[in-house]
């Protein structure tokens, strides 16, 4: 099985923050890596796919990078509607996820 | 509109079962690849079961292989996921999720529905 490890956990920020978070695979998984943004309540709403192709109405703002087992996650100015938990997930063989980054005031 | 809608969860004994189904809308069902996922209270995101468009490809969590069974039918646009032997770890939200057009990543999500596993 291939194990994700996302970090931080919690990443306290304001608004206009440029934020990173990291998601390390424990195999290399090419660039079969997406973002999920959820919200409490909702399903995970998809971002990126392979590693750093922007979902079609996803803000600029937003971008991905990385290949092989060390991928990040930008966001280059936050806005309220950004606090939220991400998660990233391998596809590479089946699915697994992080264990998701909740991004709080 | 795309849509997937779960049903089917609710509360159930420890050693009992449950079948989930969704029904899809709005897409070619029959070309798609589905997953079912979940998510615990207050946890992450946890990959449940996967089918292919043919249902002649199906995956198991190690956490679910044995007890869970996932089907399709095309004709109706639906997707099934029966669970036996329940446990209290099942307790979750149980996702089903599509794949692209093109294969993974997942990119549409149904809203969810409550299975919780108590006595």
């Known amino acids: 099985d291939i194990q994700m490890t996302q970090s931080p956990s919690t990443l306290p920020a304001s608004v206009g923050d440029r934020v990173t978070i990291t998601c390390r695979a424990s195999?290399?998984?090419?660039?079969?890596l997406a973002w999920y943004q959820q919200k409490p309540g909702k399903a995970p709403k998809l971002l990126i796919s392979?590693?750093?192709s922007l979902e079609s109405g996803v803000p600029l703002r937003f971008s991905g990078s990385g290949s092989g087992t060390e991928f990040t996650l930008t966001i280059s100015s936050l806005q309220p509607d950004d606090f939220a938990t991400y998660y990233c997930?391998?596809?590479?063989?089946?699915?697994?996820f992080g264990q998701g980054t909740r991004l709080e005031i | 509109e795309v849509q997937l809608v779960e049903s089917g969860g609710g509360l159930v004994q420890p050693g009992g079962s449950l079948r989930l189904s969704c029904i899809a809308s709005?897409?070619?069902?029959?070309?798609?690849?589905i997953n079912w996922l979940r998510q615990a209270p207050g946890k992450g995101l946890e990959w449940v079961s996967y089918?292919?468009?043919?249902?002649?490809?199906?995956y198991y969590a190690d956490s679910v292989r044995g007890r869970f069974t996932i089907s399709r039918d095309n004709a109706k646009n639906s997707l099934f996921l029966q669970m036996n032997s329940l446990r209290d770890e099942d307790t979750a939200v149980y996702y089903c999720?599509?794949?692209?057009?093109?294969?993974?990543?997942?990119?549409?999500w149904g809203q969810g529905t409550l299975v919780t596993v108590s006595s």
């Open positions: 999720a599509r794949e692209g057009p093109s294969g993974p990543p997942v990119d549409c």
């Open positions: 709005g897409f070619p069902f029959s070309t798609y690849a």
């Open positions: 997930q391998q596809y590479n063989t089946l699915i697994s």
């Open positions: 089918i292919n468009k043919n249902s002649d490809n199906i």
């Open positions: 195999q290399s998984i090419s660039n079969s």
């Open positions: 392979k590693a750093s």
